[in-house]
């Protein structure tokens, strides 16, 4: 069971806008990306062989402890694509723990993102 340690608050479409550049940049299989969690702010980057790097910053409402996690990219923006809510709430309670993605404008709606290994 989830107890939602770490609330990450964040713009839905700044956050959908930023993962899909940096998609741009993953490898086509996996379509890995990084997220670290700081205070108050989220580090996108990906990285491919063939086309170079990419990193965003976007400001977010966080306080818990930093993170470093892996995910497929694709999985964020399927989820944001049908969400209305302006404002999503990410929880993650460790590195190696799923994301839920709730937002209150989308009642009864959860999405649940399992990490990868980078």
Same mark, same amino acid.
């Given at each position: 069971?989830? +107890?939602?340690?770490?609330?990450?608050?964040?713009?839905?479409?700044?956050?959908?806008?930023?993962?899909?550049?940096?998609?741009?940049? +993953?490898?086509?299989?996996?379509? %890995?990306? $990084?997220?670290?969690?700081?205070?108050? $702010?989220?580090?996108? +980057?990906?990285?491919? %062989?063939?086309?170079?790097? %990419? $990193?965003?910053?976007?400001?977010?409402?966080? +306080?818990?402890?930093?993170?470093?996690?892996?995910?497929?990219?694709?999985?964020?923006?399927?989820?944001?694509?049908?969400?209305?809510?302006?404002? /999503?709430? %990410?929880?993650?309670?460790?590195?190696?723990?799923?994301?839920?993605?709730?937002?209150?404008?989308?009642?009864?709606?959860?999405?649940? /993102?399992?990490?990868?290994?980078?």
């Amino acid at each position: 069971m989830l +107890t939602n340690e770490n609330i990450i608050r964040i713009n839905r479409l700044g956050f959908l806008e930023s993962l899909k550049r940096i998609n741009l940049f +993953t490898e086509d299989l996996f379509h %890995a990306i $990084k997220m670290e969690v700081e205070e108050n $702010k989220i580090i996108l +980057t990906s990285q491919n %062989a063939d086309f170079g790097s %990419a $990193k965003d910053e976007l400001d977010v409402e966080y +306080t818990g402890d930093p993170l470093t996690l892996g995910f497929n990219c694709r999985y964020f923006i399927d989820t944001l694509q049908v969400m209305e809510g302006e404002i /999503i709430e %990410a929880c993650i309670n460790s590195n190696e723990s799923p994301c839920l993605i709730s937002s209150d404008d989308d009642k009864g709606f959860l999405s649940i /993102i399992m990490p990868m290994k980078l």
